[in-house]
Nanobody, 126 residues
Framework: EVQLVESGGGLVQAGGSLRLSCAASGFTFDDYAIGWFRQAPGKEREGVSS????????YYADSVKGRFTISSDNAGNTVYLQMNSLKPEDTAVYYC???????????????????WGQGTQVTVSS
């Protein structure tokens, strides 16, 4: 079965860094994609960043571009989200999602993904 296991969330001061990990398993094909989403209380779910395991193509939301970096380790089926220069507005529950058919045409939309992890809390204090 497809499983997504997230780790790396925690508490950090503004300006600091965190690295989230998403370990994906149970896929039949190599060409899948992993997306990171976040949702803060009272706010809509936001697509943060995505990456294709097939060609390494990536997507970044404007709100994180230049601060966050997504990368993948295909050998270990792990995707990382390096978050630098964190701001209090980055505080949210971060979810890992998988698309079975590669990077979606609209990677910022949660409906494009087939599987979801349980989420990990990221809190940025001022």
């Amino acid at each position: 079965e497809v499983q997504l296991v997230e780790s790396g969330g925690g508490l950090v001061q503004a300006g600091g860094s965190l690295r989230l990990s998403c370990a994906a398993s149970g896929f039949t094909f190599d060409d899948y994609a992993i997306g990171w989403f976040r949702q803060a209380p009272g706010k809509e779910r936001e697509g943060v960043s995505s990456i294709s395991s097939g060609d390494g193509s990536t997507y970044y939301a404007d709100s994180v571009k230049g601060r966050f970096t997504i990368s993948s380790d295909n050998a270990g089926n792990t995707v990382y989200l390096q978050m630098n220069s964190l701001k209090p507005e980055d505080t949210a529950v971060y979810y890992c999602a998988a698309s079975y058919y590669g990077l979606p045409k609209r990677p910022w939309l949660g409906d494009e993904y087939d599987y979801w992890g349980q989420g990990t809390q990221v809190t940025v204090s001022s």
